[in-house]
């Protein structure tokens, strides 16, 4: 079965830049999407189609995806960053999602 | 305004079945992939099945041959009727729409980018 593995976590300083990797075999050949979670709360999508940010997300936030690895970039990481982020993709017959990494902002 | 609503979850013996609900509105479920992801607690999130726009029908292998996805088109409703349940599947499950459909065409599957709150499944004896 088809596999995506991130980081367990990641720290980041305010206003710093935060990048959360997805590795899956040729994953870039398929669209890869992210979905920021904070406890108690469902799933909100920050990226999908590899780069393409839904209305009402921050600009901030951007992704790009080729060969193994899609990445997720929040670019001066705001402290209402801080949430467990997972990756996801379509194998050809089932949604994959990634492991989960949790950012800190310390 | 478009959402999900799911309902129908609760405590069920292991063997036992439950049928999850999941009321669109803003939207018609018909026209989209639909699908069913769980959060076990403390875990991460697992999809579960979907059934696409066209009628085809799609499951994780941890529920396939025990979980059953349909659609009523005239009530708008996405459901997940749950046989065979075991402790494993205790889990908050959401359903979610995925984001590639327009009203001509899907390109996708892409990502879910319209979730309901999520209701519990609790399987114990």
């Known amino acids: 079965s088809y596999e995506l593995t991130q980081p367990p976590s990641v720290s980041v300083s305010p206003g710093q830049t935060a990048s959360i990797t997805c590795s899956g075999d040729k994953l870039g050949d398929k669209y890869a999407c992210w979905y920021q979670q904070k406890p108690g709360q469902s799933p909100v999508l920050v990226i999908h189609q590899d780069t393409k940010r839904p209305s009402g997300i921050p600009e901030r936030f951007s992704g790009s995806n080729s060969g193994n690895t899609a990445t997720l970039t929040i670019t001066g990481t705001q402290a209402v960053d801080e949430a467990d982020y997972y990756c996801q993709a379509w194998d050809g017959s089932n949604y994959v999602f990634g492991t989960g990494t949790k950012v800190t902002v310390l | 305004e478009v959402q999900l609503v799911e309902s129908g979850g609760g405590l069920v013996q292991p063997g036992g079945s439950l049928r999850l609900s999941c009321a669109a509105s803003?939207?018609?479920?018909?026209?989209?992939?639909m699908s069913w992801v769980r959060q076990a607690p403390g875990k991460g999130l697992e999809w579960v099945s979907v059934?696409?726009?066209?009628?085809?029908?799609d499951y994780a292998e941890s529920v396939k041959g025990r979980f059953t996805i349909s659609r009523d088109n005239s009530r708008n409703t996405l459901y997940l009727q749950m046989t065979s349940l075991r402790a494993e599947d205790t889990a908050v499950y959401y359903c979610?729409?995925?984001?590639?459909?327009?009203?001509?065409?899907?390109?996708?599957?892409?990502?879910?980018?319209?979730w309901g709150q999520g209701t519990m499944v609790t399987v114990s004896s």
């Open positions: 059934i696409h726009s066209g009628g085809r029908t």
């Open positions: 803003g939207f018609t479920v018909s026209g989209n992939f």
């Open positions: 979610a729409r995925d984001v590639s459909c327009s009203s001509i065409s899907c390109y996708g599957p892409d990502g879910f980018d319209i």
